[in-house]
């Protein structure tokens, strides 16, 4: 296994964990579907020719849903490698209104108020700091603006949590924290934005996908069925843990405006 990097930045953490498996994530069927598409469709389109921020963009599966629906589409993510699969991906499926920038989300390269839209989803859990990331889309949201955050959501149980934060971290060692529903509510309001509507969803993740995806070392693959086989019958139940390591997670669909 290979040594870590002395002194690795988080962002670089990030990109060693991602910019290699950037065509794998633009396949996943995890990020290339969801029922939370539907309603991102629904509020996009009663807008005429939004300008779209698609935030931490992966592999870019918001932008390509909505880029049909929007005036310019700008899919923002730290992985420069992302954004290579994201542009080539656009260019073959002939949207010329998607354009790609590169950077951290807690300072945003975008002037006050040129979004109508902010969208994030499956991002804010590798964020360093979810409050100033927070605060910098109402910098950038036009006044009554949209924005819709989508992750996954941790348990307001404290073994709950431990379980899910410990897991996420053994997969991938970018993960920073999967927030409950109270701490993105708490947050979404500290950084100046009106919470306007709350979903949960279930969220079943296949294991062998889930950890080829991130290719994650044997060892720490090891220690999370380990981890699963260990705990309390209690947890497993609660992420439904089958016996290929398989489990479900909630994830949270949380709509704001500024």
């Not at 991002?123 to 949201?141: F, I, K, T």
């Not at 897991?167 to 708490?186: A, F, K």
Request: aromatic share 8%; charged share 25%.
């Amino acid at each position: 296994m290979p040594k870590p990097t002395e002194g690795a930045s988080h962002g670089a953490v990030v990109e060693r964990q991602f910019g290699g498996q950037a065509a794998a994530y633009l396949t996943s069927q995890v990020h290339a579907q969801g029922e939370e598409f539907q309603a991102l469709r629904e509020r996009v389109s009663r807008m005429a020719s939004p300008r779209v921020l698609d935030l931490g963009c992966g592999a870019g599966h918001v932008s390509f849903q909505l880029a049909d629906l929007a005036g310019e589409m700008t899919a923002y993510d730290l992985s420069p490698r992302m954004l290579a699969v994201v542009a080539e991906t656009a260019r073959e499926r002939e949207y010329d209104n998607i354009c790609t920038v590169q950077g951290v989300a807690e300072a945003l390269p975008f002037d006050e108020a040129s979004f109508d839209v902010v969208i994030s989803r499956f991002s804010a859990h590798h964020w360093r700091d979810l409050g100033a990331a927070l605060r910098e889309v109402r910098r950038v949201l036009k006044p009554g603006g949209v924005a819709a955050f989508i992750d996954v959501v941790a348990s307001g149980q404290p073994l709950f949590d431990s379980f899910l934060q410990t897991v996420e971290m053994l997969r991938d060692t970018s993960h920073v924290r999967d927030y409950s529903v109270g701490e993105w509510t708490r947050q979404v309001g500290e950084a100046g934005l009106d919470v306007t509507a709350t979903q949960r969803q279930k969220l079943r993740l296949d294991f062998s996908s889930w950890i080829e995806r991130m290719k994650t070392p044997d060892v720490m693959r090891d220690a999370i069925r380990r981890l699963q086989q260990d705990v309390g019958q209690e947890v497993r139940d609660a992420f439904d843990i089958d016996t290929d390591g398989s489990f479900t997670t909630d994830m949270l669909v949380l709509w704001a405006t500024k």
